[in-house]
Antibody, heavy 120, light 108 residues
Framework: EVQLVESGGVVVQPGGSLRLSCAAS????????MHWVRQAPGKGLEWVSL????????YYADSVKGRFTISRDNSKNSLYLQMNSLRAEDTALYYC?????????????WGRGTLVTVSS | DIQMTQSPSSLSASVGDRVTITCRAS??????LNWYQQKPGKAPKLLIY???SLQSGVPSRFSGSGSGTDFTLTISSLQPEDFATYYC??????????FGPGTKVDIK
């Protein structure tokens, strides 16, 4: 089955750190760029980060640049998001999303998300 | 960053209605515009990519059009399963990808 499954979301204090994981299956993981997209409770969608198929290129939204690090392990079909210096405004459901693969930069497969809550 | 707006922000419609949602970019984005549907408690689902290409498995009642700054998503005959929130997303300025604020479609 083609799917993405996120994990790692918990309640964390402001200033804390967290690592999210996304396990991919059912497609050739290392053929595609991957993204993280988040959605604050009751709000819209916000793109967070992008990593190329080989991990050689990474990009971030200004809101997380310098605090979050995206990475991947193609041998494990896994995507990661290391989140440091967390703020209340980082509270959101974090989705792992597969890129469409043809440089049009759309998301054609999404996980169910993992909830990160930043609160004291 | 390229700003995306959607109108209306919400609408009420009946089963069988033709529904049109508009998305506008703050500058030209050619055809780098994608549409998603999100139901409550679920992940978004890709409907349309590159402004007018229907994603595999998506019913043909969904269609997209436009280029430059103005785009539309049309549902030709609204079905009960189409009540959801719809988002546009520009990918012209990748990696600065941005979404519109969403349009909620509910039952009249």
């Amino acid at each position: 089955e083609v799917q993405l499954v996120e994990s790692g979301g918990v309640v964390v204090q402001p200033g804390g750190s967290l690592r999210l994981s996304c396990a991919a299956s059912g497609f050739t993981f290392d053929d595609y760029a991957m993204h993280w997209v988040r959605q604050a409770p009751g709000k819209g969608l916000e793109w967070v980060s992008l990593i190329s198929w080989d991990g050689g290129s990474t990009y971030y939204a200004d809101s997380v640049k310098g605090r979050f690090t995206i990475s991947r392990d193609n041998s494990k079909n896994s995507l990661y998001l290391q989140m440091n210096s967390l703020r209340a405004e980082d509270t959101a459901l974090y989705y792992c999303a597969k890129d469409g693969g043809d440089t049009l930069w759309y998301f054609d497969l999404w996980g169910r998300g993992t909830l990160v809550t930043v609160s004291s | 960053d390229i700003q995306m707006t959607q109108s209306p922000s919400s609408l009420s419609a009946s089963v069988g209605d033709r529904v049109t949602i508009t998305c506008r970019a703050s500058q030209s984005i050619s055809s780098y515009l994608n549409w998603y549907q999100q139901k409550p408690g679920k992940a978004p689902k890709l409907l349309i990519y590159a402004a007018s290409s229907l994603q595999s498995g998506v019913p043909s009642r969904f269609s997209g059009s436009g280029s430059g700054t103005d785009f539309t998503l049309t549902i030709s005959s609204l079905q009960p399963e189409d009540f959801a929130t719809y988002y546009c997303q520009q990918s012209y300025s990748t990696p600065r990808i941005t979404f519109g604020p969403g349009t909620k479609v509910d039952i009249k």
